[in-house]
Every structure is written in C-alpha cells, then in structure tokens.
Nanobody
C-alpha cells in the first residue's frame, strides 16, 4: 500500500552535508508517520527521526538531534532528512519507513513499509 524510495545518498567528506529524500507513493500519504533509520554493516538498525505527515509533529533521537533535521513537503509526498556536520561514523545505509498508525516514535516494530535504502559514506 505504501511504496518508499530513498535518494540523495553518496560520498561526502567529514563536515559536509547531505539531504536525503524519501518519496512516498500512497493513497493517503497524510495518514502515516515517516521515519528515518540507518544501518551500518554488522550493526543493528538505528532510529534517527520521524515525522507525522498529517500534522508535522516530529520526534528526533538523541543521536541525530542538533545535526540532523527531518522535514516534509506535502505537495511532493516527500520526507527529507537533512544531515549536516557529517562524521565518518554516520556511514551507513539510510532507510525511510512508514507506519500506518501515524505514531511518531522510534520503535522499529511500529513501521510497516520500508524503502530499499540509500548509501551514505563519510570519509575522514
């Protein structure tokens, strides 16, 4: 019911910025919450931030707060993750996900649909 496509990843030097996009195809886009997660090789998936498509409310994990910002563009059915002051430890595959309960939270089990991910590599 929900198709998610991430884009915007790439190679960037430490201290640089990237803006990731999550384009959503859904009949009722504004009924969902969209979250951003990342997973480094050999590591568990980590929650970063989530936003309600309906009211714009956000929840930002401590690991992302201050450097990462989540936002949305209702006209484009797209959620963004702006990443600034990137560090090598930010290297991971970044995923967006949707939960149909519109719960803006970081529990992975809440999310029903996942994109394929976009690679972010930060060099030192």
């Amino acid at each position: 019911e929900v198709q998610l496509v991430e884009s915007g990843g790439g190679l960037v030097q430490a201290g640089g910025s990237l803006r990731l996009s999550c384009a959503a195809s859904a009949i009722n886009f504004d009924d969902y919450a969209i979250g951003w997660f990342r997973q480094a090789p050999g590591e568990e998936r980590e929650f970063l931030a989530a936003i309600s498509a309906s009211n714009g409310g956000t929840y930002i994990d401590d690991s992302a707060r201050g450097r990462f910002t989540i936002a949305k563009d209702d006209a484009k059915s797209t959620v963004y993750l702006q990443m600034d002051h990137l560090k090598p430890e930010d290297t991971a595959v970044y995923y967006c996900a949707a939960n149909v309960r519109n719960i803006v939270a970081g529990m992975e089990s809440l999310y029903d649909y996942w994109g394929q991910g976009t690679q972010v590599t930060v060099s030192s």
